[in-house]
Every structure is written in C-alpha cells, then in structure tokens.
C-alpha cells in the first residue's frame, strides 16, 4: 500500500515495505520490515487523448529517502534499522544514515525534516529550481497529513497486515538474486518503493 502527496514539482510517496538486503552490515543482517518515504520530482507527461483525457504523471528521480524499519525477528517500536538517505547518486541512494533523534522520535523528525523543503532539496545536492516557488509551504502544510499517513502504515506493519514477504513474486517490483547455493532466488524486496 503507498499513499501519494503530490505539489507542483515535488511529490512525496509513503509505502509499506519489506526488505532483505543481500550484502548487510555486520548487525543488519535478516529481513527488516516497515514504512519508506520518499521525496520525488513530479513530471506530467503529454495527454494521450483529448484535452479531457487523464494526465500521466510520473514519480520521478528521487530527492531525498526515510525508512522507518524494524527487524523482523525483534522487538516492534525498536526501530532498530530506522534511517535515511540524504543523498542519491541518480536512482540510487548513497549509504544509510543513522541519526538518534530519527530512532528516539522518527515521526517528530519527519515532521521537522518536511518543515524545511529547501533545505532537503539543498543538502541532497539538487538546484533550488528542482522545486515549485510555493511547493516548499504546500508541503509543510500537509506535513502533519504525511506524518500521520507514516504512522498508519507503521501500524499496519506491526499487526502484520503489511510489510510482509509477497505471495506473488511477480508482484515483488525487484529481481530475486540468487541465493547462496545458487539454486534458488531469494527475495531482495516487496513494496511498491
């Protein structure tokens, strides 16, 4: 499930997830569990019929990256592997950042960090024109609206309604590696970020 806030050159994208990560850390090893939120840059696509036609729009480079997980063998609240993604090198995102006070209080700093557009926009290495002139006030005024959508979403993962393995691989949007044995795939994600 993914919930979508959409301004006029930004976007931010909220969605449940399930990960295991196929090269972890020492500590981050088995599968970790939880809500991704993204920072996108919005495009409208070209109408495809007439002037009544839907507007194709896509979610674009990411800007910016939070995931708030948890591994799924410990404890729910631990937030244990919450972190964020300053940074993306095109699509993909440098290494994880771990900050306490996203671990203490992760939807009072999401909070704090949606505040203040610019300065994520700016640190992530974007130009300032990447955003619309009043998308930086849409958002803080939504802001409290994406907290919330977080917290639903990290609810549902903890009662286990989301954030789980897929029953439909080809529903997982990710290659499977192959596993150590090289025999059988082993899942890197589901989701829909």
């Given at each position: 499930m ?8 930004v976007?931010v994208?909220v969605?449940?997830?399930?990960f295991?990560d196929?090269?972890?850390h020492k500590g ?7 809500v991704?939120?993204e920072l996108?840059?919005?495009e409208r ?6 002037v009544?036609s839907?507007q ?13 997980l948890?591994?799924v063998?410990g404890?729910?609240?631990?937030f244990d592997?919450?972190h ?6 095109g699509?993909?995102p440098?290494?994880r950042?771990?900050?306490n006070e996203?671990?203490?209080d992760?939807?009072?700093?999401l909070g ?6 610019d300065a994520l926009v700016?640190s ?17 005024s939504v802001?409290?609206e994406?907290?919330d959508?977080?917290?639903r979403l990290?609810e549902?993962v903890?009662s286990?309604e989301?954030g789980n393995?897929?029953r439909?691989?080809a529903?997982?949007g990710?290659?499977p590696?192959a596993?150590?044995s090289?025999?059988?795939?082993v899942?890197i994600?589901s989701?829909?970020?």
């Amino acid at each position: 499930m993914f919930y979508a806030f959409g301004f006029e050159r930004v976007g931010v994208l909220v969605g449940d997830l399930y990960f295991v990560d196929p090269a972890p850390h020492k500590g981050q090893e088995g599968p970790e569990h939880g809500v991704r939120l993204e920072l996108r840059v919005l495009e409208r696509g070209e109408l495809k019929g007439s002037v009544y036609s839907a507007q194709p729009i896509e979610a674009g480079q990411p800007i910016w990256r939070a995931d708030f997980l948890e591994s799924v063998q410990g404890r729910p609240g631990s937030f244990d592997r919450t972190h964020h993604h300053p940074v993306f090198r095109g699509w993909d995102p440098t290494r994880r950042v771990f900050v306490n006070e996203l671990s203490a209080d992760p939807l009072g700093w999401l909070g704090t960090q949606l505040a203040d557009l610019d300065a994520l926009v700016a640190s992530a290495g974007f130009p300032p024109e990447v955003i619309g002139p009043d998308d930086a006030e849409s958002l803080r005024s939504v802001a409290p609206e994406i907290v919330d959508a977080t917290r639903r979403l990290l609810e549902k993962v903890r009662s286990g309604e989301l954030g789980n393995p897929p029953r439909d691989a080809a529903l997982t949007g990710a290659a499977p590696a192959a596993s150590a044995s090289g025999r059988e795939p082993v899942l890197i994600r589901s989701g829909w970020l």
